[in-house]
């Protein structure tokens, strides 16, 4: 390429992807808080291993929020495929349910690859989405 040759933005490599979610989460518990961490542990390690795996190149963020009413709530966030996840937050108590706001930006996958990940980390490591609110 010379220097006159226009650079097109779609010449800069893969496009960003965006999913967001937002529903009911019915645990596989009742969990306490060091559970939850636990099982998103277990479930962001999946997500960005088969996101890879698919192709993924870049991790934009994926974050999320789990509320439990006047429990608290526990933020979550990650960057990187190498990375473990960032919390803020503290949840008391036990809980079945819990409300959940995750939101991914990956490069390199596709919105539906994304979506399809997500709910069966979901399914796998959390419990069922009981409904959505995208």
Same mark, same amino acid.
């Given at each position: 390429?010379?220097?006159? %040759?226009?650079?097109?933005?779609?010449?800069?490599?893969?496009?960003?992807?965006?999913?967001?979610?937002? $529903?009911?989460?019915?645990?596989?518990?009742?969990?306490?808080?060091? %559970?939850?961490?636990?099982?998103?542990?277990?479930?962001?390690? %999946?997500?960005?291993?088969?996101?890879?795996?698919?192709?993924?190149?870049?991790?934009?963020?994926?974050? $999320?929020?789990?509320?439990?009413?006047?429990?608290?709530?526990?933020?979550?966030?990650?960057?990187?495929?190498? %990375?473990?996840?960032?919390?803020?937050?503290?949840?008391?108590?036990?809980?079945?349910?819990?409300?959940?706001?995750?939101?991914?930006?990956?490069?390199?996958?596709?919105?539906?690859?994304?979506?399809?990940?997500?709910?069966? $980390?979901?399914?796998?490591?959390?419990?069922?989405?009981?409904?959505?609110?995208?």
């Amino acid at each position: 390429m010379t220097e006159d %040759e226009p650079v097109h933005p779609a010449d800069a490599g893969p496009r960003p992807a965006a999913y967001a979610l937002a $529903g009911t989460l019915s645990l596989q518990g009742p969990w306490s808080e060091t %559970e939850l961490r636990a099982a998103v542990d277990g479930f962001l390690s %999946e997500l960005t291993r088969t996101l890879q795996e698919a192709g993924c190149v870049l991790i934009g963020h994926i974050k $999320g929020i789990l509320e439990a009413g006047g429990k608290g709530h526990l933020f979550f966030s990650v960057t990187s495929f190498e %990375e473990k996840a960032r919390y803020k937050g503290r949840l008391t108590g036990n809980f079945a349910k819990v409300d959940l706001s995750l939101n991914v930006i990956v490069y390199g996958v596709g919105s539906e690859g994304i979506e399809q990940l997500v709910l069966a $980390g979901l399914r796998k490591h959390l419990g069922e989405v009981l409904h959505d609110s995208k």
